[in-house]
């Protein structure tokens, strides 16, 4: 059987992260299907953290994907005055529906999230 990736966003890597007890996973450029390919099979799977797939493309970040992670919060990596005019409106729905805070990198710009004592922040370093 060959397995090798065809080089399209559909091959994106998925990282899941325990960092202190904070879970988070990474979608890469995942689309909706491979969002639910993933919760098929992992249905137990939960985040804390989720960084959007596709740059916030109305592509990705599935209605059902979020409600099952039930992040507390999202982050949003696009560019500024990015050509797509991403992040799509309808992520931002899907988002605010599931009542999902979210960060957006061409607004805030570089996000940074650290603990301390159990308790964790998330710091945008626009400023810094």
């Known amino acids: 059987m ?9 091959d994106s890597l998925v990282l899941w992260l325990d960092f202190y007890g904070l879970k988070c996973i990474f979608t890469g450029d995942l689309d909706r299907k491979g969002e639910l390919a993933v919760s098929k099979k992992y249905p137990n799977l939960t985040a804390d953290v989720l960084k959007t797939g596709h740059h916030g493309s109305k592509t990705a970040t599935d209605p059902k994907f979020v409600q099952q992670l039930a992040p507390k919060v999202a982050i949003i990596s696009a560019g500024r005055h990015n050509r797509y005019g991403h992040p799509n409106q309808e992520t931002l729905v899907t988002l605010q529906k599931a009542k999902v805070p979210y960060y957006v990198t061409a607004k ?13 922040s998330f710091w945008d370093l626009k400023d810094n």
């Open 2 to 10: 060959d397995t090798r990736g065809q080089g399209t966003n559909a």
């Open 108 to 120: 805030v710009g570089m996000i940074k999230f650290t603990e301390m004592l159990g308790y964790f």
